[in-house]
């Protein structure tokens, strides 16, 4: 991944990166392709995106020239802080609380499934301050902030638990304005959301693709599999899903890097469209192959594993689609 310097792609080029702004297509495109080989390469290059993007947009100039260029490199691994043990969609629930005293940013909380966690150089926490959220950057040595390890999800994904106890920072780790911290986390949804999208485009090709190869080197009653029965129809419809799910995910993405918010809409609906669509075509995709598509530790095993969680995180598809219904009632004449 370093090598590649595909991680400079989630970094404006004032601090390293390869465009003037983050550029949500390409986000997108990067990760179809790095989802359809490995899910912890894909998971750790739209995680440098997600947990730094609310530095590029909101922090300080110091806080920028500290680490996004070591983002862009790799040199720094980035993690976002917002989910609680018992907080997920509903974010204005959190008990995580920030207070500036003696001229320190003091952190109290516990954030609960941090993909990063353990592994990340900082984590960018949203937490309670006042009446509004903040975004606290907190460096991964900071005394006060422990690791555990709870929970192991079926897909592979480095996930912990962040403990912060009486953890303190400069006040100029605060990224962004006091208890404007809830915009920054909305922007960096908006630009992200839809990379989901081309991550599950990426898990539903290869998977399909195993299903071509397997359909197309076996036979069943004298003729090949891909002529059998319903396999036809099931590798049909796997095209189709993908293809739509594709260009609604490019549509989207383009949109997005054109004004994030203005298209947020879009960016939903490709997430859901898509992460449902390759949930279909991966197991459409273990049908065709039978026996073959159960054996553990093959590929179509682990695809099925990584695309059942794309449903649930960075908005699931109920929370979804509640909030696209809300926007098109408003909106209608």
């Excluded at 990166?17 to 390409?26: M, N």
């Excluded at 005394?143 to 999800?153: A, D, T």
């Excluded at 599950?200 to 399909?208: E, K």
Aim: proline share 4%; hydrophobic share 45%; glycine share 10%.
């Amino acid at each position: 991944m370093t090598a590649s310097r595909l991680t400079e792609v989630v970094v404006p080029a004032a601090y390293g990166g390869r465009f003037e702004k983050v550029d949500s297509l390409a986000v997108t495109i990067v990760r179809e392709a790095l989802a359809a080989e490995s899910a912890h390469l894909d998971s750790m290059f739209g995680m440098q995106g997600i947990g730094s993007y609310c530095i590029s947009v909101g922090g300080s100039e110091e806080l920028k020239a500290e680490w996004l260029p070591k983002v862009a490199r790799l040199e720094a691994v980035a993690a976002l802080g917002l989910t609680e043990p018992h907080v997920g969609s509903d974010l204005k629930a959190l008990s995580t609380t920030v207070v500036e005293r003696d001229g320190k940013l003091v952190v109290d909380g516990h954030k609960s499934f941090i993909t990063n966690g353990g592994d990340a150089d900082f984590y960018s926490i949203l937490a309670r301050e006042g009446d509004g959220y903040s975004l606290v950057l907190v460096p991964a040595g900071a005394p006060g902030l422990r690791i555990e390890h709870p929970h192991q999800i079926i897909a592979p994904h480095v996930l912990s638990d962040v403990i912060l106890e009486n953890v303190e920072v400069p006040v100029g780790n605060r990224i962004g304005e006091p208890g404007k911290g809830f915009a920054l986390v909305l922007a960096t949804l908006a630009t992200f959301r839809v990379s989901v999208a081309g991550a599950a485009v990426g898990v539903a090709q290869a998977a399909l693709d195993e299903a071509v190869a397997h359909a197309k080197s076996r036979e069943g009653f004298g003729v090949s599999l891909a002529r059998l029965g319903s396999v036809p129809e099931h590798l049909a419809s796997c095209w189709t899903d993908i293809e739509m799910a594709r260009s609604l995910t490019y549509r989207a993405a383009a949109a997005s890097a054109r004004d994030a918010r203005a298209n947020l809409h879009l960016s939903s609906m490709a997430k859901v469209g898509a992460t449902e669509a390759a949930a279909r075509v991966v197991d459409r995709s273990v049908q065709i192959m039978g026996r073959f598509g159960l054996v553990r530790g093959g590929k179509l095993e682990r695809l099925y594993r990584e695309a059942r969680p794309m449903r649930i995180y960075e908005g699931s598809t109920e929370v979804i689609f509640d909030s696209l219904a809300k926007q098109l009632v408003k909106e209608a004449p």
